[in-house]
């Protein structure tokens, strides 16, 4: 069974602070590794892709990948009040048609 | 490039009517799949379809139906509606290759009372 797995939260990080969300993966030979982040009530935006190991930084984000860990993070750096979201961990499974979701991390951040 | 586009964004029904749900997907991207999202379960894979496809299913009943146009436009159908078939509607497109990034759409929000 292909899964990912996240910490539900929700996760309270003061503003300003580094924010830091992590998901396991089940797949070892998956290459493509994404983060989402919904708003209640919106759709999941993509906001980072990762594909091979280290990190991939995007402003305020940066994407770890660990593959011998199976291990995908996210860092919100300087977190801002407008951060405050649910974020989905995602993968492709190597030879798959589909993407697989976590159920989310829901992310306070507090004034 | 404008985004995915889902009609419509409201829909409320009775118990054993049947829906239908309709997706754009961006301009040149391929492939579209659908997803369920409640607040239980999370965004569970409906399927994918591809050059008018379906190349991927995931485990709901038969009740959940879909199909592609040659314009890459697909739509979902629901028969025989349950009331927990109530859920945000999502579809996502993408355009096949070794990059698998999805592109979602603001989703069908379906009540069903």
């Known amino acids: 069974q292909k899964e990912v797995e996240q910490n539900s939260g929700p996760l309270s990080v003061p503003e300003g602070a580094i924010a830091s969300l992590n998901c396991t993966y089940s797949d070892r030979g998956s290459q493509s590794f994404f983060w989402y982040r919904q708003y209640s009530g919106k759709s999941p935006e993509l906001i980072m892709s990762?594909?091979?190991?280290g990190d991939q930084e995007d402003g305020r984000f940066t994407a770890q990948l660990n593959k011998a860990s199976q291990y995908v993070s996210l860092l919100i750096r300087d977190s801002q009040p407008s951060d405050s979201a649910t974020y989905l961990c995602a993968f492709h499974p190597y030879r798959d048609d589909k993407i697989i979701f976590g159920k989310g991390t829901r992310l306070h951040i507090l004034p | 490039k404008a985004g995915v586009t889902q009609t419509p964004r409201y829909l409320i029904k009775t118990r054993g009517q049947q829906v239908t749900l309709s997706c754009s997907p961006i301009s040149g991207h391929r492939s579209v799949s659908w997803y369920q999202q409640t607040p239980g379960q999370g965004l569970q894979f409906l399927f994918e379809?591809?050059?008018?496809?379906?190349?991927n299913k995931g485990n709901f009943p038969g009740r959940f139906s879909g199909r592609q146009f040659s314009n890459s436009r697909s739509e979902m159908n629901v028969s025989t509606l349950e009331l927990g078939d109530s859920a945000l509607y999502l579809c996502?497109?993408?355009?096949?290759?070794?990059?698998?990034?999805?592109?979602f759409g603001p989703g069908t929000r379906l009540t069903v009372t």
């Open positions: 990762i594909y091979s190991n």
């Open positions: 379809y591809f050059s008018e496809t379906q190349r």
């Open positions: 996502a497109s993408h355009d096949p290759g070794q990059i698998y990034e999805q592109y």
